[in-house]
């Protein structure tokens, strides 16, 4: 079993929806979860970190943990088309530990 | 501030040739880590580095040599290419002081390998 699962898409949705994108893993020893974003021939960016289990809100996004089913989210309210992105989730344990990345989801907001 | 900065941004080489990517960052970051990235396989790490000096092997390190003498600079070197190694290649550095942490990526280099 590969220590991090995402679905690779693609995804597409009208815009305004809410998109749900998420991620499963193995490790339960991973403590700080992120999401990145990449636009096409760019490398990623960070769009959001959390440590542990919960919520956190950031404008339109919100990313969720839950670690008792090792399962990550991340919610994008109104998606616009600039939201066309891969979106990756990446976790790792603790310092001097490598970040383990997502495949990636594509995502495409349809105008 | 540059952030990271990778070069070149495109090459193609001959089976066989060596060459060496260049990452460079200006932020201090003791983490350092280079990823290729392929369709459909997402990012796979090659090598990382917590810190001059030190570096560690990632999931797909075979052909890739790295090395760290200073906190800015991690160049990959590809020992003697091969079509597999056609790629796109990303350098990336984070503070690892324990805090969550971001890592900022390069721009990436577009490797051909024929």
């Known amino acids: 079993q590969k220590e991090v699962e995402q679905d690779p898409g693609p995804l597409s949705v009208p815009e305004g929806a809410i998109v749900s994108l998420n991620c499963t893993y193995s490790?339960?020893?991973?403590?700080?979860f992120m999401w990145y974003r990449q636009y096409s021939r760019k490398g990623p960016e960070l769009l959001m970190y959390?440590?542990?289990?919960g919520n956190k809100e950031d404008g339109r996004f919100t990313a969720q943990v839950d670690k008792s089913s090792k399962y990550i989210s991340l919610f994008i309210r109104d998606s616009q088309p600039s939201d066309s992105a891969t979106y990756l989730c990446?976790?790792?344990?603790?310092?001097?530990?490598?970040?383990?990345f997502g495949k990636g989801t594509r995502l495409h907001i349809l105008p | 501030n540059a952030g990271v900065t990778q070069t070149p941004k495109f090459q193609v080489l001959k089976t066989g040739q060596s060459m060496t990517l260049q990452c460079a960052q200006d932020?201090?970051?003791?983490?350092m880590s280079w990823y290729r990235q392929d369709p459909g396989m997402g990012l796979r790490l090659i090598h990382y580095?917590?810190?001059?000096?030190?570096?560690d092997q990632g999931e797909v390190p075979n052909g890739y040599n790295v090395s760290r003498s200073t906190t800015e600079d991690f160049p990959l070197r590809l020992l003697s290419a091969a079509p597999s190694q056609t790629s796109v290649y990303f350098c990336?550095?984070?503070?690892?002081?324990?805090?969550?942490?971001?890592?900022?990526f390069g721009q990436g280099t577009r490797l051909t390998v024929v």
């Open positions: 580095s917590v810190g001059a000096g030190i570096t």
């Open positions: 932020m201090n970051h003791e983490y």
């Open positions: 490790n339960s020893a991973f403590q700080y």
């Open positions: 990336a550095s984070s503070y690892s002081d324990g805090r969550p942490t971001e890592a900022f």
């Open positions: 959390t440590y542990s289990s």
């Open positions: 990446a976790m790792y344990k603790n310092r001097d530990d490598k970040i383990i």
